[in-house]
């Protein structure tokens, strides 16, 4: 599976000069952990989550503490403010178990798509969830069409827990085709051959 396969597009995202309040905004209707950022062009420019809101959203309660706290700095007003510049990007063509791999390594929850540093995509740790609970039968059956579509309809297939398992391909050439066919449906863990040797 790849990137482009699960993600969502077009993605939200919001500008730099927008105001923190509209990111704010944003984040809560969305029910969103972060965004990217673009710029004029819709070049990636960063990302904004909910810490970085939180960390200058508002100042302290002069109820809540013994002293009253003294008016600090101006509250940052623009995206470009209290963004995380140079974020971590994925590809389209990114391949999903790589994703799945950065994602149980980083507290990250999304990344970016970016095509030529244009945004095109978000893909989250919750889409590479949903695409590894696909049910089995939908698994086989896009994995069947795919290989009908190519004129190969004697390969059989069978899916459990997202492994498919391949019949009738019994050449090198025919395994490493129909390998790369099932490989690409969304949802397929892993691809072995019954009669493979």
Same mark, same amino acid.
């Given at each position: ?6 993600? *969502? $597009?077009?993605? /939200?995202? =919001?500008?730099? !000069?927008?105001? *923190? ?15 990217? =950022? ?13 810490? !970085?809101?939180?960390?200058? %959203? ?14 600090? %700095? ?17 590809? &389209? &063509? *990114? !391949? ?19 095509? @030529?540093? /244009?945004? =095109?995509?978000?893909? $989250? ?10 049910? @089995?039968?939908?698994?086989?059956? @896009?994995? $069947?069409?795919?290989? %009908?579509r190519d004129g190969l309809p004697a390969w059989r297939a069978t899916v459990t827990g997202g492994v498919v398992?391949?019949?009738? %391909? ?21 691809? &072995?051959?019954? !009669?493979?040797?």
């Amino acid at each position: 599976m790849l990137a482009r396969e699960i993600m *969502t $597009s077009p993605a /939200h995202s =919001v500008r730099e !000069d927008a105001s *923190t309040q509209m990111a704010l905004t944003l984040l809560a209707r969305g029910h969103l952990t972060s965004l990217p =950022v673009v710029d004029g062009d819709g070049e990636l420019v960063g990302v904004i989550s909910e810490a !970085d809101v939180l960390r200058t %959203a508002l100042e302290p309660d002069p109820r809540a503490h013994l002293r009253p706290a003294g008016h600090g %700095a101006d509250l940052p007003r623009t995206v470009g403010e209290v963004m995380t510049p140079h974020p971590h990007t994925a590809r &389209e &063509e *990114t !391949d999903v178990a790589e994703l799945a791999r950065t994602f149980s390594q980083q507290s990250w929850k999304s990344l970016p798509v970016v095509r @030529d540093r /244009h945004l =095109v995509g978000v893909v $989250s740790r919750s889409d590479v969830v949903r695409a590894l609970t696909r049910p @089995d039968e939908d698994i086989r059956h @896009d994995v $069947s069409r795919a290989f %009908a579509r190519d004129g190969l309809p004697a390969w059989r297939a069978t899916v459990t827990g997202g492994v498919v398992q391949i019949s009738g %391909a019994t050449t090198p050439r025919e395994r490493n085709l129909s390998t790369s066919l099932a490989a690409a449906v969304t949802g397929v863990r892993r691809v &072995e051959h019954a !009669d493979a040797t």
